[in-house]
């Protein structure tokens, strides 16, 4: 990470500039608790602040949150969201719950290094080690839930991943410098059933509409349904729903009933990850306003997020099933190839079932690689050959040939994918782009592109050049702006470019 210059941090400390916050965090060592940059507290004298890249950093340096800017609550910093060098996918496993799934030894190994080397790398890059990361992350939800549920302690110890109510109690006061009863000042409202409200911070303005139909209209019958407000989904052991906006315009609701609480620790980075809540949109935006085939779009629609990933198989999966056709007809696809392989849950009703949203669905998961490398797939309706493309997508997954997870490297992963035959550059650009949240992932060749903007293969290829490191946000962007792609295909290259990359 390149870390900014103390006078650089102090000014943006001084004018209360929240684009900075999650960049960095200020420590005043005369009352001992760091802040994020737009704390409205009087700002101190220079002499006495320090500037950490990372809560963590600032934790262990033993200061603690500020109780008035609350830095927990900051979104996260947008540049873990395009770093594919080692510290950058560290980070990412990190916040994905990887050191709580397998330590910190399974952590390097994931990453193919040693646990001194990897410490020594995020050491010098966010200034402390994967432990205390993992501890941070657990920490921050362990506060939200705090603030918003009126979950019992316990409880709130077991959902933010800590092994016991003790060490919950003795971390939280070493951290925030009170027991957990007496940082929640104020009681929560009474849940009527199992359902939990939290209220996700973005990174500036939530932009909702776009995510909101992106997402409805992929809704996979049996698994997903859209609802007037928000989007619901299954998950193993409950179901959650994502609306919005909140607080401003700057949060992300999400509502959830899960059967184990503990599941909460991996849900809510995955759902921060599918509404891409970090990413700092405002300077995409100016790159693309200097852009003449961009420009006058943007004046009448608003650029939107990228959609990630509650499943990165899922989403390759999609990709492939959805060459050639349009989003509905992939749909039906979709939800034909979760009946074939059925894995259905009872999800109970719920108080407010009937507030204008649909019953959520019920099969509860995407099916496995493994499920889908022994399957068939006969009678989907799908031709031979796309389905031998599936199957060997799931064995090369399955028996980890191919790497969809946090740690991946978007260029490593594209290689790969394109030696899996009937998977070619735009259908490999389009995994990187949604399953990787890769933010210069690149649909090769895309038809739809080309037509919206009335130009050859070649002079697409030359205009994207110019939106790196951002191709991702100018393909959605495109795609969402284009009134003749409402919605706009899943995949619109030819039947040649899932191999050769030449689109018709």
Known sequence: MDRLDDDTCYAAITRRDARFDGRFYTAVVTTGVFCRPSCPARTPKSTNVRFYPHAATATEAGFRP???????????????????????????????????????????????????????????????????????????????????????????????????????????????????????????????????????????????????????????????????????????????????????????????????????????????????????????EHRFEADPLLAARLARTELGRLPGAFDRFEIAVRAIVGQQISVAGARTLLGRLLVMTRNPVSVPATDDDDDGGARPPSIDRFPSPETLAAHPLDGLGMPARRRATIRALARAVADGTILLDAGADPERTRAQLLDVGGIGPWTAGYITMRSLSDPDGWPVGDLGLRRSLAVSAAQLEASAEQWRPWRAYAALFLWQSDPTQNPPPIATASPRSTTSGAPT
Do not use: K, Y
């Not at 540049?79 to 719950?97: K, V």
């Not at 928000?230 to 949060?251: K, M, Q, Y």
């Open 66 to 284: 500020c109780r008035r800017c609350r830095p927990e609550l900051a979104p996260g910093h947008p540049e873990w969201n395009r770093r594919a060098d080692l510290a950058g996918r560290a980070m990412a496993l990190i916040d994905d719950g990887a050191v709580d799934r397998v330590g910190v030894t399974g952590l390097a190994a994931a990453l193919a290094v040693s646990e001194r080397h990897l410490r020594r790398e995020l050491v010098a890059t966010v200034g402390t080690g994967p432990l205390q990361l993992a501890r941070t992350r657990r920490l921050w939800l362990a506060r939200l839930l705090l603030d918003q549920t009126d979950l019992p302690i316990t409880d709130v110890a077991f959902a933010s991943g800590f092994g016991s109510v003790r060490q919950f109690n003795d971390s939280m006061r070493r951290t925030f410098g009170e027991a957990p009863s007496t940082l929640r000042r104020r009681p929560a409202p009474r849940r009527a059933d199992r359902t939990i409200t939290l209220s996700l911070p973005s990174r500036g303005a939530l932009r909702w509409p776009g995510l909101h139909t992106f997402l409805s209209t992929r809704a996979i019958p049996g698994l997903e349904a859209a609802t007037e407000a928000g989007v619901r989904r299954n998950v193993p052991g409950g179901w959650l729903e994502l609306s919005g906006p909140d607080t401003g315009g700057r949060a992300l609701r999400l509502r959830c009933s899960l059967d184990r609480l503990a599941d909460l620790t991996e849900l809510v980075p995955i759902v921060r990850r599918v509404a891409d809540l970090d990413t700092d949109l405002e300077p995409i």
